[in-house]
């Protein structure tokens, strides 16, 4: 418990650096760019899957239930509240925290490991500005567009349910969705994906810098940034749904 609450303290102090750098130049557009496609494009393919399953899945999950009692036109409402306020943020956060988080950590572990990140103190590069902010950036930019994304492909999967079952169709179930759904649903689930973005970058590139030794310490890299970034996301994701509720409701 020590060694974890020791781990938070870095973070915190190592995420507060950010905030000086980012207004410092020279400002890495290519490097951010690069980044960008890295953490959104290439989570497409994972995220398309999970948004569809998750739509498909609850989908099947409520419909049962709401049948008992005579409410199953409340199925595209259910979804898409759960969706956009909850699951979609989390689960889309967690899936590309697997995949993002472990990436930076192994990358930046390995350069710390091969002395590459002296060799750019040595050539006057700063390695945190050069290395954490355009990855930051990257986290907080992408990760809000791939939520929405994963929103969008979990309320066709349960539009696929309704439709096979022949209970209503695309227009009544897109009136139904978008009736349904308030500021007090769409703004809370979207703004605590800038946060998971900025903590599943922030967690990588933390525990790449924290890589010391030889090879083994670079796989240890990947696996902690993993393991805490998912850790955080969830403590954040109870800090915001709390937040979100005073301001709200």
Request: proline share 4%; glycine share 10%; charged share 15%.
């Amino acid at each position: 418990m020590k060694k974890f609450f020791t781990h938070v303290y870095e973070i915190s102090a190592f995420a507060l650096r950010f905030f000086k750098e980012i207004f410092i130049p020279p400002y890495e557009i290519g490097e951010f760019a690069e980044h960008l496609e890295n953490f959104g494009s290439r989570s497409l393919p994972l995220v398309s899957a999970i948004g569809l399953l998750m739509g498909l899945i609850l989908a099947l999950q409520t419909k049962p239930t709401l049948a008992r009692f005579g409410a199953e036109s409340f199925l595209p409402a259910m979804v898409a509240i759960s969706v956009v306020r909850e699951l979609g943020p989390v689960l889309t956060a967690l899936v590309v925290a697997g995949r993002v988080a472990s990436g930076i950590g192994a990358e930046i572990g390995s350069m710390k490991v091969t002395e590459q990140i002296d060799a750019l103190e040595v050539s006057s590069v700063e390695p945190y500005h050069f290395l954490v902010v355009p990855r930051v950036l990257a986290g907080v930019l992408a990760l809000p567009l791939l939520t929405a994304y994963a929103d969008a492909l979990a309320i066709i999967g349960t539009f696929g349910v309704v439709y096979i079952s022949g209970e209503m169709g695309w227009q009544l179930f897109m009136t139904s969705t978008v009736t349904s759904l308030s500021i007090a649903d769409v703004v809370p689930g979207i703004a605590k994906t800038f946060f998971f973005g900025f903590t599943i970058s922030m967690v990588g590139c933390y525990f790449g810098f924290k890589a010391s030794g030889g090879t083994a310490s670079v796989g240890k890299a990947a696996t902690s940034a993993v393991v805490f970034s998912s850790f955080l996301i969830l403590i954040l994701d109870f800090i915001l749904v709390k937040t979100g509720i005073l301001i709200f409701e």
